[in-house]
């Protein structure tokens, strides 16, 4: 049992650099584009939530805030993820668009300051992803653990590119399945386990 969940966490670290190593390969103008597609089928698949919670764009995520700003103009509040603390899941403060960023352990933007929010939609990004609705973040478990803690439970949104879907990410024990999954072709809530 111990050598193949060593096999499988192998196998995962290179699938989650064969997957960041995809979305690096697409060139600004391809990226940008497929961003938008997907902020277009957010906008059509989704209402407007109470409180959205995104990830800030890196390592060429697509980059979705175009519907953050959508839904604001329509009364929703935004809010980033904040890691507090190891192995704990992940708290969501206020972002807005004059929100002082700084960057966290990892390199990623969040906000200074701000109130704490509980988001009843979280938009996540996708390294890799199947049509059952599991995905493959970046080793860390940070959104499986909070995902698992929050009640109410957020709706979970991943957003990724057709580059990065996979037959199966092998989910273990651990993994959240998201309720939606948006690519460039379109939203899809995942096929029956």
Request: charged share 25%; net charge negative; hydrophobic share 40%.
């Amino acid at each position: 049992m111990e050598q193949r969940d060593e096999d499988n966490m192998g196998w995962r670290r290179a699938l989650r650099r064969d997957m960041v190593a995809r979305r690096a390969a697409l060139d600004d103008a391809e990226h940008d584009a497929l961003s938008a597609r997907i902020v277009d089928h957010l906008r059509q698949a989704l209402a407007a939530p109470r409180v959205v919670a995104f990830c800030w764009p890196i390592k060429h995520e697509p980059d979705v805030r175009a519907i953050v700003e959508h839904w604001a103009g329509r009364g929703t509040r935004a809010a980033l993820p904040v890691v507090v603390a190891e192995d704990a899941p992940l708290a969501f403060r206020e972002w807005r668009p004059d929100s002082v960023l700084q960057p966290d352990r990892y390199g990623i933007p969040t906000p200074a300051d701000g109130e704490w929010l509980h988001p009843d939609l979280i938009l996540l990004p996708l390294n890799g992803f199947d049509g059952d609705g599991y995905r493959l973040g970046y080793g860390g478990g940070y959104f499986d653990r909070t995902l698992a803690a929050l009640s109410p439970r957020p709706l979970a949104v991943g957003v990724g590119f057709e580059i990065n879907r996979l037959p199966s990410i092998r989910p273990e024990p651990h993994d959240q399945r998201l309720d939606w999954v948006v690519t460039e072709a379109g939203a899809f809530t995942p096929r029956a386990a």
